[in-house]
């Protein structure tokens, strides 16, 4: 059984592509729990395994072994079935390429996932959210990196997702415009009370975060928990 008062409780997860001499050990051994509303940043060299277990949390694939739990449901050993539901109703994903349809305009973009999404938010509000109602009638094409990948967030959050799960959010965006991305993000989970965990190679990040996971060689190596949160705009790099 999960702590039905924790987001996720994950005991023992370990991820393991391949077989044989060629196996990859990419998780080796996480436990780890997250609470309602947590804001946790995910740092560790590159092929720590960071990838590996936001995918597994957010039910986009599925650990070797391990037992993983999402409030009461359990998400190990869960069908694809039941993953593609759960991905649906409580997971809003954010990668560092935005994904959207370029022959779609903003609000067709948003739209799209309230149409699958049982208790969305007005398109209008999603995308009021990353600051962006000038540019609903716009097409992809027509914004930068920045505005792009905060369509790409109003799509994420426009159904109302318990979880915001983020991999390299600002990875493709310049100083400012990053900025920018996080205090989108960080408004989400303030506003929202959104659950977010959000990777990046920029350790100047976690001192937006509530705790900051250091994952290296497929094992947490150790979780510091900030005294105060700093505002985006308070943070250098
Ligand atoms: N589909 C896959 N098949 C085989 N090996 C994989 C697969 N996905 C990831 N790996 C391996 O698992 C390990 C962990 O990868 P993962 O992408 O989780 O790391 P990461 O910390 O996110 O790295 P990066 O910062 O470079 O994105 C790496 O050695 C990687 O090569």
């Known amino acids: 059984m999960g702590s039905a008062s924790q987001v996720f409780s994950a005991k023992g997860l370990s991820k393991v592509y391949g077989?044989?001499?060629t196996a990859v050990h990419a998780l080796r051994g996480v436990d780890l729990e997250v609470a309602p509303g947590e804001f946790i940043v995910l740092l560790g060299a590159s092929g720590s395994g960071k990838s590996t277990l936001l995918n597994i949390l957010g039910g986009l694939d599925i650990p070797s072994g391990g037992e993983l739990h999402f409030a009461d449901h359990r998400l190990s050993g869960a069908s694809e079935a039941e993953l593609t539901r759960y991905r649906r109703e409580h997971v809003g994903f954010v990668f560092q390429f935005y994904n959207l349809i370029p022959s779609l305009t903003v609000r067709e973009n948003i739209a799209l996932v309230t149409d699958i999404a049982s208790h969305p938010m007005p398109v209008d509000e999603a995308i009021s959210m990353v600051g962006l109602l000038p540019r609903a009638d716009h097409f992809p094409a027509q914004l930068s990196g920045g505005e792009q990948q905060r369509v790409a967030i109003a799509r994420a959050i426009v159904k109302r997702p318990e979880l915001l799960l983020c991999d390299e959010p600002t990875g493709a965006l310049d100083y400012q415009t990053g900025k920018?991305?996080?205090?989108?993000?960080?408004?989400?989970?303030q506003q929202l009370g959104t659950t977010?965990?959000?990777?990046?190679?920029?350790?100047?990040?976690?001192?937006?975060?509530?705790?900051?996971?250091?994952?290296?060689?497929?094992?947490?190596?150790?979780?510091?928990?900030?005294?105060?949160?700093?505002?985006?705009?308070?943070?250098s790099w």
């Open 19 to 21: 077989e044989g001499e």
């Open 180 to 189: 920018l991305v996080l205090e989108v993000i960080a408004g989400v989970n």
């Open 196 to 235: 977010a965990i959000v990777i990046t190679h920029n350790a100047a990040i976690a001192a937006m975060a509530d705790r900051v996971i250091y994952l290296g060689d497929g094992l947490i190596q150790r979780i510091e928990r900030n005294a105060r949160k700093l505002k985006p705009s308070e943070l």
